[in-house]
């Protein structure tokens, strides 16, 4: 009798320890599968002097994102971002969120949306062109090899592989 009783608890135990823990699946959301994805539209030419709406489109496996924590706008002017704005957006639902800015001055700017949405956070940087800006072929290039650690202007290089006389780098 002392041997079926001790059977019989070993039994049970082994029947309760045999239950799955799915708890932590359960509670896994879907949408914490598949990442954010972050896109921002906006018309061109960018012109001076006049309001331009940005869109940042949070989309998640191909679904909008309606419920995102944070969505801000971070804007500078290249090469100044100890100088950028943080601008608020407005959710304009079905996964789009509004900004409008005025740009005083032509230039090359980053602009980057900062995304929290879902446990998860985006921050992708678009470079965009104010105004005519036009291309200096003027400015110098620099390259510095291993080697000789030499700078060369922009006239130089061209010079030399006119002649055919490239440095080996």
């Known amino acids: ?3 079926l009783v001790m059977i019989v608890m070993a039994l049970v135990l082994v029947a309760c ?3 799955e823990d799915h708890t932590d699946r359960a509670h896994t959301a879907p949408e914490q599968l598949y990442p954010i994805e972050v896109n921002l539209n906006y018309e061109e030419p960018l012109e ?3 309001w331009i709406t940005f869109e940042v489109v949070i989309m998640q496996n191909n679904e909008p994102v309606e419920d995102a924590q944070e969505v801000k706008v971070e804007l500078w002017k ?3 971002k100890e100088n950028s704005e943080i601008l608020e957006t407005t959710n304009a639902g079905d996964g789009i969120y509004r900004v ?3 740009f005083e001055e032509e230039g090359r700017y980053v602009i980057q949306p900062h995304v929290t949405a879902r446990d998860m956070h985006s921050m992708p940087q678009y470079e965009l062109t ?5 291309q200096t072929e003027d400015k110098d290039i620099i390259i510095l090899s291993s080697i000789f650690k030499t700078t060369f202007s922009a006239n130089t290089l061209n010079k030399q592989w006119n002649k055919r006389k490239m440095p080996k780098l």
């Open 1 to 3: 009798m002392k041997y």
């Open 17 to 19: 320890g045999q239950q």
């Open 48 to 50: 001076l002097n006049e």
């Open 78 to 80: 290249e090469g100044e």
């Open 100 to 102: 409008t800015y005025l």
């Open 130 to 134: 104010v105004g005519d800006v036009q």
